[in-house]
């Protein structure tokens, strides 16, 4: 597992308000947590994070919940891992060394550097949209409410 859990769910989480948007339409935590088999208070707080950096909306209310508008579909996974883990991950030592650098490098560090640039690059290009045309298109899958959305299983 590369993302840590609260960024998995958030992506998750954000895919799928995109594959099931439509005008008007929310999703209560409990639903979503319910469709993708997460806990809904650890997801509620995700969500909420998402919320306050303006990545999702949020409205409270009989008929609030959450949704994703046309400008958080252009969003980068970057910008959503970044809202809620930080960038971290990509200044640290592949082995987890606290000295490692280009003058002292670990036995990886070079090629985790490739790996981590690689990595950056794809997230930062790689958005909400692109994930759901590919569900939208069968070209990729995406567990929703116990079912496979997106191409069929083999």
Do not use: W
Not at 98 to 122: A, L, S, T, V
């Amino acid at each position: 597992m590369v993302f840590s859990k609260s960024s998995e769910y958030a992506i998750r989480a954000l895919v799928y308000l995109a594959v099931n948007a439509s005008p008007n339409k929310r999703f209560g935590a409990k639903k979503l947590a319910e469709d993708l088999d997460f806990p809904e208070h650890y997801l509620g707080k995700v969500l909420q994070q998402l919320a306050r950096n303006n990545i999702i909306s949020s409205a409270k209310g009989p008929n609030g919940g959450f949704c994703v508008d046309a400008n958080a579909m252009e969003i980068s996974l970057l910008k959503i891992i970044e809202s809620i883990d930080g960038l971290a991950f990509f200044n640290t030592c592949g082995l987890g060394l606290h000295e490692c650098n280009d003058d002292k490098p670990c036995p990886i560090h070079k090629d985790y550097q490739i790996f981590r640039g690689d990595f950056f690059k794809m997230l930062s290009e790689k958005t909400i949209k692109d994930m759901k045309e590919d569900i939208d298109q069968g070209i990729a899958f995406m567990e929703l409410e116990g079912k496979a959305s997106g191409r069929e299983s083999e």
